[in-house]
Each structure stands twice: as C-alpha cells, then as structure tokens.
C-alpha cells in the first residue's frame, strides 16, 4: 500500500486505487442525484412533462448509485481502509470513523427510501430506456408515500453530514501540515 509522509515525516497509508476510484464515481453520482432530486420535486411544474423526465433519470440515477454503494461497500469489507494516522488524536480517529460510517449508511438508506418510495405504485418500477425492475414488496400507496418523506428528510441529514465531511477533508489541505493529506487522491499530490 503507497504512503504519503507530511512535512513533520510522519508516514500515513492511502486508500487503494480502486477504492479511490469508487469514492470518486460515488461522489460525482450523488451530487448530480441531489441536483436531478431538487429539480424534479422543487423546480419543475407539477404534472409537466420535464419533470416526469427528470423524475424517471432521478430514479435510474439512484438506482445506479445504489448498485455503485453495494459494489464499493463489497469491496472495502474485502480490503480495509488504511489505519489513521497515528500523529492524530484517539477522539479524531474515532470520529472520522463513525463518521464514515454513518455516511456509508446514508448512502445505503437515502436511495432505499427512495426506491421504497416509488414501490406502492404497483408491481414494477419504471426507469429510463424502457427499463422496468421490480417494486420492493409489502408496502401500499399510503405507507410507500410516507417512507418517501422520510426519505427527502434523510436527504438533508445527508447533506449536513456530506458539508461536514468535505470541510474535514479540505482540512488536511490547508496551512495545517497533515499525514491525513492527500490520502484519497488517485495519485501522489
Ligand atoms: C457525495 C459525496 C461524498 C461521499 C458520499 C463521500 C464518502 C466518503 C466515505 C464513506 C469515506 C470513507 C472511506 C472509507 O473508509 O472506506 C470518505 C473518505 C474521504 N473523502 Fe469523501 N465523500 C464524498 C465527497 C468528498 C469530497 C467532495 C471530498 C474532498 C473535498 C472528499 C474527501 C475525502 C477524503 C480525503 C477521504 C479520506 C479520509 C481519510 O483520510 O481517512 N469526499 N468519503
Ligand atoms: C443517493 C441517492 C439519492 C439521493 C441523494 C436523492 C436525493 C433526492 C432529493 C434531493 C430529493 C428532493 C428533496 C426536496 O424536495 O427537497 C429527492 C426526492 C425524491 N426521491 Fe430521491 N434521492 C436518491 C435516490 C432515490 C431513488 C433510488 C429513488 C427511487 C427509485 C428516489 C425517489 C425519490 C422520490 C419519489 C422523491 C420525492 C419524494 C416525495 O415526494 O415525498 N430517490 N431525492
């Protein structure tokens, strides 16, 4: 596994290329999906033809999203993160950990609830290109409606956690001399 070494010349281990490259497609992924989300149901004219466009790219988009976590989540249970540096304090290490992993179940549980959300509909859940693929079972008109509320609710959980998380990061980039910098860049910065 390739090291960075700060200006202190402390060691840190870095992320693998393909974990790097997942967390990169993810990241494109899931802005582009808040961007077609917000569009869809704040923007666009109820009952207009762009919107039942824009509803049907955020549903693929999502459901793409939801197969991208599932590999990356498979992947990383298969090849673990780095160790923290070790010239960061026990309570940052533990809270980048829980952090990352509330995010990994933000990134899980958003596009469920919005797939649950679509699935009171009836049997099929229609997508782009004349994609269909089956509703999630067990939940009616009213209850699949509710949990899509909860889902736009999770999404701005999500996007007060992901503001946090990019400062963090942007952190170990600033004046601040950090073994964290540059850990899941693709290559050396
Ligand atoms: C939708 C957007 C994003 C999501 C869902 C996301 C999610 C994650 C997750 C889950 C991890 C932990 C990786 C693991 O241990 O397996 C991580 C790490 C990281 N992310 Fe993001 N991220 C996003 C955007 C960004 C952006 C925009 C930046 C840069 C400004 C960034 C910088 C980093 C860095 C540097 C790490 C490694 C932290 C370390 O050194 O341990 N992320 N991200
Ligand atoms: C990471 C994945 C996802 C993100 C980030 C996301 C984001 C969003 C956003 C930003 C909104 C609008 C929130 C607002 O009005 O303020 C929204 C609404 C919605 N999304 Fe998603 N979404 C995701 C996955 C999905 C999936 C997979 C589906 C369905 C297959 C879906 C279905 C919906 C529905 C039905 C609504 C409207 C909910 C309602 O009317 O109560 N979303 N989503």
């Known amino acids: 596994m390739a090291t960075v070494m700060n200006e202190m010349g402390v060691q840190g281990k870095r992320y693998s290329a393909l974990a790097a490259f997942y967390h990169w497609l993810s990241a494109i992924l899931i802005t582009a999906q808040l961007w077609t989300g917000y ?11 762009a919107r039942g466009e824009m509803m049907a790219w955020h549903k693929t988009l999502g459901v793409l999203i939801l197969l991208v976590v599932l590999l990356r989540l498979g ?8 160790e923290f540096p070790s010239d960061h304090p026990a309570w940052e290490q533990s809270l980048a950990k829980w952090g990352h992993r509330a995010l990994y179940a933000f990134m899980l549980i958003v596009p469920l609830t919005g797939y649950i959300g679509v699935s009171g509909r009836g049997p099929e859940v229609e997508l782009l290109g004349g994609i269909t693929i089956p509703a999630i079972p067990g939940f009616d008109k009213d209850s699949a409606h509710e949990i ?6 999770l999404v701005y959980a999500f996007v007060a956690l992901l503001i946090v998380h990019v400062f963090a990061a942007l952190r170990h980039h600033g004046d601040r001399p950090s073994s964290a910098r540059g850990r899941m860049w693709p290559s050396r910065p």
């Open 75 to 82: 992947q990383r249970l298969m090849k673990p993160a780095p």
């Open 39 to 49: 569009m869809f149901h704040k923007v666009l004219e109820r009952g207009s033809e």
């Open 148 to 153: 899509g509320e909860f889902h736009v609710i």
